[in-house]
């Protein structure tokens, strides 16, 4: 006799949404950087985070087709972002290469604490594959991270 169908785990649906959510909202806080950096290093800091906002758009991409695949349902707009991202508000009175970087630090840390969690929580809900997705995005959130403090001067990056 085939198996039933069982429903979608709607934990590890909300789990990947809330990660969707910050994922969609760090995406748009590489575009700021990308669009309103000025300074020395403008052309590869521009050209770096606009490679940023791209991967971190296709981490999103594989996130909301999980949700799409377990059953769920995907809210992937900007404005359900803005209403439900757990990152902080990034300043839009910024253009300074230091403090652009010292605010997406302070975005990516945020989102790489809460995979983090978010990947031990989906596996004690015996959900291996969102698992699987989650800790392949720590990683890359982590060589995102390890990426963006590289451009830090070396004072500021001791102190992180």
């Given amino acids: 006799m ?3 169908f ?3 785990n709607d934990d590890v649906c909300e789990v990947l949404q809330q990660r969707l959510y910050d994922l969609i909202d760090l995406a748009s ?3 700021q950087v990308h669009w309103t950096v000025q300074g020395r290093e403008f052309l590869a800091l521009h050209q770096f985070f606009d490679n940023v906002n791209a991967e971190l758009n296709e981490h999103a991409d594989i996130v909301a087709e999980r949700i799409a695949a377990l059953g769920g349902q995907v809210k992937g707009t900007i404005q359900a972002a803005a209403k439900d991202s ?3 508000d990034y300043p839009l009175d910024v ?3 230091p403090k652009h970087i010292e605010a997406f630090s302070s975005s990516i840390f945020q989102l790489k604490m809460l995979v983090r969690a978010s990947a031990k929580l989906v596996a004690d809900l015996n959900d291996n594959g969102s698992a699987d997705l989650l800790s ?4 890359k959130i982590d060589e995102i991270s390890w ?3 590289a451009q830090m ?3 500021t990056r001791e102190a992180t």
Avoid: Y
Avoid at 136 to 139: I, Y
């Fill in 2 to 4: 085939p198996k039933r």
């Fill in 6 to 8: 069982v429903p979608p």
């Fill in 29 to 31: 806080h590489a575009k």
């Fill in 86 to 88: 757990h990152l902080p």
């Fill in 95 to 97: 253009s300074s290469a």
């Fill in 136 to 139: 392949e995005l720590s990683r």
């Fill in 147 to 149: 990426m963006v403090g």
């Fill in 153 to 155: 001067e070396p004072k």
